[in-house]
């Protein structure tokens, strides 16, 4: 929870005073991570998909030669 703090400090749920030094218990609320997880698996399909038309006009052109 800590690192993720550090990165997206909206999902981590802070030991009792923010201060991990103290050993109080740091939480993750993982529902507010899966809006972006859900955008990223988007994204990476999106990307898969032009790179899969990409490789797919390559194979044409080459066998046009």
């Not at 909206?10 to 991570?33: E, F, I």
């Amino acid at each position: 929870a800590q690192d993720l703090y550090n990165v997206y400090p909206q999902a981590v749920k802070a030991g009792d005073d923010g201060d991990p030094r103290k050993g109080h218990a740091w939480g993750v609320d993982y529902s507010k991570l899966t809006p972006l997880l859900v955008r990223a698996i988007q994204d990476q399909h999106a990307r898969l998909d032009a790179l899969s038309s990409e490789v797919d006009l390559l194979i044409t052109a080459s066998h046009a030669h």
